[in-house]
């Protein structure tokens, strides 16, 4: 399939890597200390809220859970009918339902939901193009890097993702909400690119 093959692409992967990072890192420092694409981490996260009591720590981290998985179920029923793009440009809707709904001091027990489940689109969309590197976490990329002793793209999902991590701190210290304009228009690029690149492909010659 042509847009699998273009959604494999390194250049893009790296780009929705650096997506997924700025996104959990505003998320966290915004969102009351929750992450959106990093389940590994809310599910700990929701483990210390129950062994501590903190009921508004676990509702968030379950929330988050909740919405990525929803989005990876929505991007797999999506693949299967329309292909690979389809959860792409449905994140690109999620996530512009997202600044909007930040901007307009939006509850965050809403926002979790919808950022996370952006993130769980972007994670249906990846897995189905068969990639080797994972975009909305950093642990099974590594792991598969070392096991299969292909180090360079995984090692460079792990560096843009924690630089678009750091960054994503800045910009939301220094923007708020605004802030989720980044991911927003980086993974409306990366849809546009390989939206294009998929109609070239197909096109008779």
Not at 58 to 71: E, H, I, N, P, Q
Not at 137 to 151: E, K
Not at 169 to 196: D, K, Y
Request: net charge positive; glycine share 14%; aromatic share 4%.
């Amino acid at each position: 399939m042509a847009e699998t093959a273009t959604t494999e692409r390194p250049p893009a992967l790296i780009a929705l890597a650096v997506a997924s990072g700025v996104a959990d890192a505003i998320s966290y420092l915004g969102l009351g200390h929750v992450f959106v694409a990093n389940m590994t981490g809310n599910t700990v996260l929701l483990g210390i809220a129950l062994a501590t009591g903190n009921g508004g720590d676990g509702v968030r981290s379950g929330l988050s859970l909740a919405g990525f998985c929803t989005g990876v179920a929505i991007g797999a029923v999506l693949v299967r009918r329309r292909g690979a793009v389809a959860p792409l440009t449905l994140e690109v809707v999620v996530l512009a339902g997202l600044l909007g709904g930040w901007l307009a001091a939006g509850s965050r027990y809403v926002l979790i939901p919808v950022a996370a489940g952006a993130m769980g689109l972007q994670s249906a969309a990846i897995a189905s193009s068969g990639a080797e590197v994972a975009t909305t976490y950093i642990t099974g990329t590594i792991t598969r890097g070392i096991v299969r002793a292909r180090l360079p793209l995984p090692g460079a999902i792990w560096l843009f993702y924690a630089v678009a991590a750091t960054l994503g701190a800045l910009a939301q210290r220094a923007w708020h909400g605004s802030a989720a304009v980044i991911p927003l228009l980086i993974v409306a690029t990366v849809t546009m690119v390989v939206h294009g690149r998929t109609k070239g492909a197909r096109a008779p010659r």
